[in-house]
């Protein structure tokens, strides 16, 4: 088999494991709230920039970054949840899409004032050497790592949501926020909390892409629309759906800034994305079973 | 011996949208009894749930429940002090297994309670326990009935308020329903029955509040009630009508 077609793949299926992350956030929150959060990739933006100013030298400083953008960032999305988003959502119409698009334009011109130097990064802060190679594949570490990372993440957050009981708080807010409401459940709160973790999900992949990916403002809205990608081809049947849609997505990306010509790679990603709408708009994992 | 009153409601107007649909209506409910209240299609039953829920905006001069007052309290709090309704449409979570459903019931109790909770509503309802790995979505209507009944005593409440439950059910599965709210009641649960149906509420209840367009036009025991001209000819009358034509 060609090692170029390899290692191409394998790096665009780690991509994907990161966009399967990012997505997840996006997921949770749609999938609990109804509400399509347009500031999402701006929240990976926040994690990116987070990391940025805490410059971590070692390998512990950066997990310990990790950790506390993932606190900032659902600390951010907790009142982002309170003082933007619900005051809408008692309202008809659609004001939450207003709010968080301009949200994420807002956001874009304070990473822009604030970090005026474009497309910064930081260096491999991973201990296991810079890159892995075998058999004429190479890749960079922080790329398996962020890879490995988004995966392990993605399955604790997994578990969190089908076999907790605060999961199944969560899932019963997706399924009938009436019934929700009928057993006792504090709405308000689960959405407050869902949002906080949706966002700690993104900021968390943020930390992850940083050391493979440069920052620039202008991402956020880039990424927004890759997780929203992800949370159209993964389907609302289930989690699993969303992490298979992020490898698509990463795969499709990898293979076409390789094998199509120049811009054409951008434009193959959402020809698949429509491809898959045509052909399965129910998504990938959607499950039959509704009352 | 006075009546202690688990619900104690006086004035209660209710907006849905702009026009107030409940207007001014009074209602107490004892502990251990079983009230019905009863009125055709668009009477404001729903409605006046919903304003005792809190999922509608409502006023109400007093709103009294098991000696607290509910107004003010978002719905889930209103839920987590005892009142629990179970309404029309079910809002189960089709997705989610029997068990699942009936465990979220108990989200307000606490974990040791869930087990004997558990246990009566499968004895009361045997048919959940076979399907207890089932998604709920692919239940009949008459056993996503129970499993609504069952959900909702597993929060083992003060009170218990059914909304139609024998809404859209096979003549059958209404039976089983109506004796099983008849033991939920010989239990001691406290149960507000609201029905279109008034055979099947008076033949449950023992007292009764007869609601329309928004206000309670006649109250009293269903006996009484029954054999009043008011309930025999606005709402016996045409079933009594139909048995003097039918050969």
């Keep these: ?291 | 011996m006075p009546v202690e009153h688990v619900l104690q409601v006086e004035g209660l107007k209710v907006r849905r949208g702009r026009s107030e649909v409940v207007r001014g209506v009074d209602l107490v409910v004892g502990r251990g009894e079983c009230v019905c209240l009863v009125g055709s299609n668009g009477a404001g039953k729903t409605s006046l749930i919903e304003g005792l829920l809190g999922v509608l905006p409502a006023r109400c001069s007093r709103l009294m429940f098991d000696g607290e007052r509910l107004d003010g309290l978002p719905p889930w709090e209103r839920v987590r002090r005892g009142l629990v309704v179970v309404p029309q449409e079910r809002d189960l979570f089709a997705g989610m297994t029997v068990r699942e459903n009936l465990m979220l019931g108990a989200t307000s109790r606490t974990r040791r309670r869930e087990s004997t909770a558990l246990d009566r509503v499968f004895s009361l309802f045997p048919r959940l326990k076979e399907r207890s790995g089932q998604a709920a979505g692919t239940l009949s209507g008459g056993e996503r009935t129970m499993l609504a009944l069952g959900r909702a005593l597993m929060s083992e409440p003060k009170m218990l308020v059914l909304d139609e439950p024998s809404l859209g059910l096979a003549p059958k599965v209404v039976g089983v329903i109506v004796s099983t709210i008849v033991d939920i009641s010989r239990q001691g649960t406290t149960l507000l029955l609201v029905e279109q149906n008034i055979h099947q509420a008076f033949a449950v209840a023992s007292r009764a509040y007869v609601l329309e367009h928004g206000a309670v036009i006649a109250e009293g025991t269903t006996d009484e009630l029954a054999g009043s001209d008011l309930v025999r000819h606005g709402y016996l009358g045409r079933s009594a009508r139909g048995s003097v034509v039918a050969p």
């Design chain 1, 1 to 291: 088999m060609n090692a170029t077609l390899v290692q191409v793949t394998l790096t665009g299926l780690l991509q994907g494991l990161i966009y399967a992350l990012i997505g997840l956030g996006l997921y949770l929150i749609f999938n609990v709230m109804r509400v399509v959060n347009f500031a999402h990739g701006h929240l990976v933006l926040v994690g990116m920039y987070g990391m940025l100013i805490l410059e971590p030298r070692t390998f512990g400083d950066y997990l310990l970054g990790l950790v506390v953008m993932a606190l900032v960032a659902a600390a951010i999305g907790y009142l982002i949840e309170r003082f933007l988003i619900e005051p809408g959502l008692a309202r008809p119409g659609h004001s939450q899409l207003v709010i968080t698009l301009g949200l994420g334009i807002v956001l874009q011109y304070v990473f822009q004032v604030l970090f005026p130097e474009p497309f910064e990064s930081i260096p491999n802060p991973y201990p296991w050497g810079e890159a892995f190679a075998a058999f004429g594949v190479t890749i960079s570490m922080p790329r398996i790592a962020a890879g490995v990372a988004s995966l392990v993440l993605g399955v604790l957050i997994s578990i969190l949501v089908y076999w907790t009981r605060a999961g199944s708080i969560i899932r019963a807010c997706a399924e009938s926020l009436s019934g929700a409401m009928h057993v006792g459940v504090n709405v308000r709160r689960t959405y407050r909390l869902t949002f906080a973790l949706g966002a700690a999900c993104a900021a968390v992949a943020g930390g992850l892409l940083l050391p493979i990916q440069p920052v620039s403002p202008i991402l956020g809205l880039e990424l927004t629309i890759k997780a929203f990608v992800v949370v159209v081809i993964g389907g609302s049947g289930s989690l699993w759906g969303t992490a298979v849609a992020g490898v698509i997505l990463g795969v499709a990306e990898a293979l076409g800034s390789v094998y199509a010509p120049g811009s054409l790679a951008t434009s193959l990603v959402y020809a698949l994305f429509f491809l898959i709408i045509l052909l399965r708009p129910q998504g990938i994992a959607r499950r039959v079973a509704r009352a």
